[in-house]
């Protein structure tokens, strides 16, 4: 059972892991570097401890410790009862789903053993927006992908944001870095993957013509906002394809883009 300690100086270094949680820079290095992400709010924590994330400590205010009771009774963590100013205060914000937690990270597997067992994959390359990291990951557990490869530059699918917007599906689609960029595409074509650059190039493919859902293996490669993916990696690929537009619009954000290119790429859609 859990430890209920109530604390009311925001200087307390117990809360250490909490301070500072809107100061992006501090929190990009700190996190990784102490092995901790953030998980907000009931659905976000219950769903990390149900992948298998260590709770190091959990920070609620007072009228959230009735509904988080049963965690607290199942965890052996701290768990630090404050006031929302007083959590203001740490934080740096209003919290204002009154539940927040520390939870040691896992280390990552390799994208050598994803690539083993997967057969629909999302590469994002310099993906480095928050939200974005959260909703591609949302709709890539929602529409079936198996598994996500990031490239170095990309943004901390654990960091307290990405998190949040992805719901915790963070937590269900398993993900891996690649060490070189773009060298490491071979690596995932030598696996059997074929290539699918996602861009809004008049050159490329409707993806509805490409028939990603017939293939054995596919590898959708997404870019950032606004720059879309580099020259070399859409050199690269071995097809470009484009989702059709309507009423004179060029492209769609790089969430919304992912979620109706996941849908095209899904190992569950019909093949007639």
């Known amino acids: 059972m859990a430890e209920l300690i109530t604390i009311d100086d925001p200087d307390d270094p117990r809360l250490h892991d909490y301070v500072a949680l809107t100061d992006v820079e501090l929190r990009r290095r700190r996190e990784p570097a102490e092995g901790l992400f953030i998980a907000e709010g009931e659905k976000v924590i219950r769903r990390a401890r149900h992948a298998g994330y260590r709770m190091r400590s959990m920070l609620l205010s007072a009228k959230w410790v ?19 100013e007083l959590a203001e205060q740490v934080t740096g914000y209003h919290v204002h789903r009154g539940a927040l937690a520390s939870m040691g990270r896992k280390p990552l597997p390799e994208a050598d053993d994803l690539l083993g067992t997967a057969r629909r994959i999302v590469v994002m390359e310099s993906v480095n927006d928050h939200t974005n990291i959260g909703a591609i990951f949302r709709s890539a557990a929602a529409l079936g992908m198996d598994a996500v490869l990031l490239s170095p530059d990309c943004a901390d699918p654990l960091y307290r944001r990405s998190v949040k917007v992805s719901m915790g599906a963070v937590f269900s689609v398993p993900y891996a870095r690649l060490d070189s960029w773009p060298r490491d595409l071979e690596t995932v074509r030598a696996a059997g993957f074929k290539l699918l650059a996602l861009t809004p190039a008049d050159k490329a493919t409707d993806i509805d ?15 950032a906002e606004g720059d879309g993916l580099s020259t070399q990696a859409l050199v690269a690929a071995d097809e470009w394809v484009r989702i059709p537009m309507a009423h ?12 109706v290119a996941f849908y095209a790429v899904a190992s569950g859609r019909p093949t007639d």
Not at 66 to 84: F, G, L, N, Q, T
Not at 248 to 259: E, I, P, Q, W, Y
Request: charged share 20%.
């Open 66 to 84: 009735d509904v988080m009771r049963d965690v607290i009774d199942e965890v052996p963590a701290p768990v630090y009862a404050v006031s929302p």
């Open 209 to 223: 013509e490409a028939a990603p859902h017939r293939l054995e293996r596919v590898a959708l490669l997404l870019g």
């Open 248 to 259: 004179g619009v060029d492209s769609l954000n790089v969430g919304a883009a992912a979620a």
